[in-house]
């Protein structure tokens, strides 16, 4: 059983609008939740987080929105460049962060010119 | 920022034979990491945390028999596929968190090794 749910496999906007990520998750015991960005035969690069305690957290292009009594979470990159194109994967722990991460499938997002 | 590396970044070996895969971080120290294993359009599922100075712990379904993984300084852990088959061929990923507490940083990732057995 999935406890990490990425429902879209790919995503294709145009640069300069906004990319729109979902996540949902079943476990309530997760704290902590990660986005990451992977380019192919690479490591998995963080972008942002977010605690429970928090519904919103901001940097720079990316925004991580947390729906906790959806047990839902959004990543918004806005605006889209053609450089945001690659896989994005959204991650849980139940130990803040730090301890052992449970990923969604991802979901690849494009970015045309 | 915390750098992780991984060696080798691909390997291809003969189905029987055994391969290492290196993890260190390069800038802090890591009592804990992580191995992390990706098929093909598939999410990383953890295979095994390790930690320094003591026994690995594997998750379900993974066999320590197979994959043997060592934490031996603070640096340096590494998984060795013992016997590869090529249902082994994968992506395999180590990740590592700061022994220093207030070193407040999620895990960083290795650049992961691409294996495949023939």
């Known amino acids: 059983d999935q406890q990490v749910k990425q429902n879209s496999p790919s995503l294709s906007v145009q640069e300069g609008r906004i990319s729109i990520l979902n996540c949902d998750y079943t476990?309530?015991?997760?704290?902590?939740f990660l986005w990451y960005k992977k380019y192919p035969a690479e490591g998995p690069t963080f972008l942002i987080s977010?605690?429970?305690?928090?519904d919103k957290n901001e940097d720079g292009r990316f925004t991580v929105f947390l729906n906790k009594s959806a047990k839902h979470l959004s990543l918004h990159i806005v605006p889209s460049q053609p450089g945001d194109s690659a896989v994005y994967f959204c991650a849980a722990s139940t130990q803040g962060g730090s301890e052992k991460l449970v990923f969604g499938k991802g979901t690849k997002l494009t970015v045309n010119p | 920022g915390a750098v992780v590396s991984q060696h080798p970044s691909w390997v291809i070996c003969k189905s029987g034979t055994s391969v290492k895969i290196e993890c260190r971080s390069l800038?802090?120290?890591?009592?804990?990491m992580f191995w992390y294993r990706q098929f093909p359009k598939q999410s990383l599922m953890l295979m095994a945390t390790?930690?320094?100075?003591?026994?690995?712990?594997?998750e379900q379904g993974v066999e320590k028999d197979k994959f043997l993984i060592n934490h031996a300084s603070l640096t340096l852990s590494t998984l060795t596929v013992t016997s590869a088959h090529p249902e082994d061929s994968s992506f395999y990923i180590c990740?590592?968190?700061?022994?220093?507490?207030?070193?407040?940083?999620?895990?960083?990732f290795g650049n992961g090794t691409r294996l495949t057995v023939t």
């Open positions: 977010i605690s429970s305690i928090k």
């Open positions: 800038d802090f120290q890591a009592t804990t």
């Open positions: 476990n309530s015991m997760f704290d902590y």
């Open positions: 390790s930690n320094e100075g003591s026994k690995a712990t594997y």
């Open positions: 990740s590592a968190r700061s022994v220093d507490k207030s070193y407040n940083s999620p895990l960083h």
